[in-house]
């Protein structure tokens, strides 16, 4: 009773069921667009060995306007950085134990190797405007969190277009400017920059991308919770509406619901800035 119906018949070797169970291991991805390191990993694992991949994260960070010309992957030993000293040791106590526990030796701490991702800016003449030279940076200590996203996001976004991928994104705008999210929509939405057809589902509190029609009425789904906690599901192309409507205008004027219901809020500020409390809130 609480196994997947798709899994049992897997079990037996029902043929469909197996394609369809194949089908999601290799061809569905999903990342949190809350937990950067998850997908990070990939990200800069690839840069670090895939010249090609290299030049279009470069160029896409460049085109992206944060300020980034190059990339570097750097490796250095744990004694040589600025890391606190009990981190080390914790690192090092957790070496040991794992090494311990496959029968090995921990290596010195001068083998313990740390990655680094460095980022070149080009400096220029405050007077003249003119480029002067490059500076180095390190990405995790001297880069935006905003800058940082968007650079750990394009391994996965890279290869999802490359492979016709199916990729789910959870909190997809966090920490990324608006236009930006824009535009890497806009990558699954040309056969030019996604000719292998990839699909992108995402979840998002954007509301500038019902504008302008950038979303078909098919690709626009509410999430509407009721007051027993329950969500609804349901498609802009399931409300009637005119066809030259604006998509965003009507969003937030409540028409399309899956709105928050936030009038209260006003009233009670004005109350305890007035009163000191709130009358319902001394009733409760």
């Not at 498609?235 to 004027?253: G, P, V």
Request: glycine share 6%.
């Amino acid at each position: 009773p609480n196994a997947l119906f798709l899994s049992v018949l897997a079990q037996f070797n029902h043929e469909l069921a197996t394609e369809i169970l194949q089908w999601f291991r290799t061809r569905l991805r999903g990342i949190s667009g809350l937990d950067d390191k998850m997908y990070g990993r990939y990200t800069i694992e690839r840069t670090e060995r895939d010249d090609t991949f290299r030049r279009r994260v470069q160029t896409l960070l460049r085109l992206s306007d944060v300020g980034i010309t190059g990339l570097g992957i750097e490796r250095i030993p744990m004694s040589q950085t600025e890391m606190p000293s009990e981190i080390q040791q914790a690192l090092r106590h957790l070496m040991d134990a794992l090494s311990e526990k496959r029968g090995g030796q921990a290596p010195p701490d001068e083998d313990i190797l740390l990655e680094r991702v460095t980022t070149v800016h080009p400096v220029f003449d405050s007077a003249t405007g003119k480029y002067v030279r490059e500076e180095i940076f390190d990405m995790e200590m001297h880069e935006s969190e905003g800058t940082k996203k968007c650079f750990y996001l394009l391994g996965p976004w890279i290869d999802t277009l490359e492979n016709g991928y199916v990729l789910f994104v959870d909190e997809m705008d966090a920490r990324l400017h608006p236009l930006l999210t824009r535009e890497l929509v806009q990558m699954f939405l040309s056969p030019r920059s996604n000719p292998h057809n990839a699909q992108l589902i995402f979840a998002t509190h954007d509301v500038g991308l019902l504008a302008d029609r950038l979303l078909r009425r098919d690709e626009v789904w509410f999430t509407e919770k009721n007051r027993y906690g329950a969500t609804e599901l349901y498609s802009l192309a399931e409300i009637k509406a005119r066809k030259d409507a604006s998509f965003y205008r009507n969003y937030l004027r409540g028409m399309y619901g899956a709105v928050p219901h936030l009038g209260g809020l006003q009233p009670f500020v004005e109350q305890e800035m007035l009163y000191g409390a709130h009358p319902e809130a001394e009733r409760a």
